[in-house]
């Protein structure tokens, strides 16, 4: 399914009901019906999800939005990344409170289904907030990035200055930070437990990471993860958890 957004993007969120109150607004309910607001919608089109998994074949691709809203949404079990944004003038999209989760690629045998991937064009400006990223057969992407297939937090060759500030990625099979072309801006994040090395390349900037000279690495509270799968309450919070919580104000994701 993919969204071709212009100016004033597409707002996508869930939604526990109620009627449309503007000719600019559709509530959706089922996949089906999502998928034929999205073919539809216009910019500035204002798509209410009512709350629900929707399972569109090969995840949800939102094409050169600017100023899109994406809240409280979840992609699961797709047939490559949950969640794409990409095109040219991709721009100050809010991406908030997105599960995205079982995605996998047979035919590229796990290799490019993300949990959430932002590529294949330019923009700035564009947030991804409140994300649980799991089980995924390639990486996972923002906040909590645990038990992926590859690594959890990539940049997919993309060469922006990628910023990611208090993430944690935990036992995922390969890096828990790979940033090896582009210009990542990387703080204070947590990796432990991950296959392989974190990798920031000679044009990323690190520092204060747990990878860095000097910085302690905190014990997690919990590294039971059945609280972190737990519906979200209402407004679409991550619900409370201490897993991969460390009491720390200065690495890694406060999973709230």
């Known amino acids: 399914m993919a ?18 109150a503007a000719t600019s607004t559709v509530t959706v309910s089922t996949t089906a019906q999502l998928e034929s607001a999205v073919a539809n919608a216009a910019a500035g089109t204002v798509i209410q999800v009512r709350a629900g998994t929707y399972h569109p074949a090969q ?23 949950g969640f794409t944004l990409r095109g040219d003038n991709t721009v100050n999209n809010l991406v908030q409170n997105l599960d995205s989760y079982g995605n996998y ?3 590229g045998h796990g290799q490019n289904a993300d949990g959430i991937a932002i590529k294949f064009g330019s923009g700035t400006g564009n947030k991804v907030t409140g ?12 906040d909590a990035a645990w038990d992926n297939t590859l690594n959890g937090f990539a940049e997919n060759s993309h060469t922006g ?5 208090r993430n944690t990625a935990y036992v995922n099979a ?3 930070f790979f940033f090896e072309t582009g210009k990542a801006r990387l703080a204070r994040n947590l990796a432990v437990g991950n296959g392989g090395a974190d990798k920031p390349g000679s044009r990323a900037v690190s520092a204060a990471n747990s990878r860095d000279g000097g910085v302690r690495t905190p014990t997690f509270k919990s ?27 200065t690495i890694g994701s406060t999973m709230d």
Not at 239 to 246: D, E, I, K, R, S
């Open 3 to 20: 969204v071709a957004a212009g100016a004033g993007g597409v707002h996508l969120g869930l939604s526990n009901g109620g009627a449309q």
């Open 59 to 81: 995840g949800f691709v939102v094409t050169s939005s600017t100023g899109g809203i994406f809240r409280n949404l979840v992609t699961a079990d797709n047939g490559d990344s």
């Open 105 to 107: 690629d047979r035919s």
């Open 131 to 142: 994300a649980r990223l799991y089980d995924n057969s390639d990486d996972g992407t923002d």
């Open 161 to 165: 200055a990628i910023v990611l500030n």
């Open 174 to 176: 390969e890096a828990g």
């Open 223 to 249: 590294t039971y993860a059945t609280t972190a799968y737990a519906a979200r309450p209402k407004g679409g919070a991550l619900p409370a958890t201490v897993f991969l919580t460390t009491g720390s104000t």
